[in-house]
């Protein structure tokens, strides 16, 4: 990108600090960049108010303080301002990184571009959650951020098959960066479909640290058993090297 359109704007919900409670970075402090707008529609969604495309952007300085609206669509100027106001209010220096999140921020990949490249400079490293359906997208952003965080769903959990070919092609592209793979279980996982998805991922890198995330109950959906959860690693182990089982622990902290 030769010069960094700063007015482009994208449908944010809300800019604000928390502990990321998800998969390899779960503990640390970041500032999250939650997109609006997503193309899935999983059962279990967390983020349900970030998939409509209506509403306000909320922005925080501080963790607990009260949150100010900034209208819809954000500029990227707009959004890297806000990113900028709350780690200078982190006078501890607590923050370790940012996340661009959702909702899905590959629906919006010249904005994604756009904005970790303005948010280069502050020298945190700058990661991606995105649900792992848009290789293409992700090709596009990858030049301008370090990590890429593929939630992979999988057709039990969904109630319905996905593109099992943008899946396989995604985690190439992505293993460019850093990657690693988070997997929401129900209670409807099969072991077989299981195998399939650890040895997609096996394919591309067998040390691609892999989270096994029970679903926190939404919706009527329900976590598989923890033994269950012991027997998807053990099967995980036979394709992979790092599969570990975790929930989501922000909402143990009541945390957003
Ligand atoms: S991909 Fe994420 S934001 Fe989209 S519906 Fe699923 S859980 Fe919600």
Redesign the pocket.
């Known amino acids: 990108m030769a010069e960094v359109d700063a007015g482009l704007t994208a449908p944010l919900a809300e800019i604000f600090t928390s502990i990321q409670g998800e998969a390899l970075f779960a503990g640390l402090q970041q500032v999250f960049v939650r997109f609006r707008g997503?193309?899935?529609?999983?059962p279990?969604?967390?983020?349900?108010a970030?998939?409509e495309l209506d509403g306000d952007c909320r922005a925080q300085t501080r963790p607990g303080a009260r949150s100010s609206a900034m209208p819809n669509p954000v500029s990227v100027a707009d959004a890297a301002e806000a990113v900028r106001r709350i780690l200078e209010a982190d006078e501890a220096g607590a923050i370790h990184s940012i996340s661009l999140t959702?909702?899905?921020p590959l629906l919006y990949p010249d904005y994604v571009a756009a904005l970790a490249a303005t948010l280069q400079p502050l020298d945190l490293p700058i990661m991606l959650e995105?649900?792992g359906q848009r290789p293409g997208e992700l090709r596009r952003v990858l030049r301008f951020i370090d990590w890429v965080a593929a939630?992979f769903?999988l057709d039990s959990a969904m109630g319905r098959p996905l593109d099992a070919d943008a899946r396989a092609e995604f985690l190439p592209v992505a293993q460019r960066k850093r990657a690693f793979v988070k997997i929401?279980l129900t209670d409807a996982a099969t072991d077989e479909e299981l195998l399939g998805v650890f040895a997609q991922i096996a394919a591309v890198d067998p040390a691609c640290p892999v989270f096994l995330q029970p679903v926190t109950p939404v919706g009527g959906a329900r976590p598989p058993r923890g033994l269950d959860l012991m027997r998807f690693r053990a099967l995980a182990l036979r394709y992979l090297r790092d599969v570990r089982i975790m929930p989501q622990i922000h909402k143990l902290l009541g945390l957003p």
């Not at 997503?38 to 999983?42: A, F, I, N, P």
């Not at 279990?44 to 349900?48: E, G, K, L, Q, Y």
């Open positions: 997503c193309d899935l529609g999983c279990w969604c967390d983020t349900p970030a998939r959702g909702g899905e995105t649900n939630d769903k929401v």
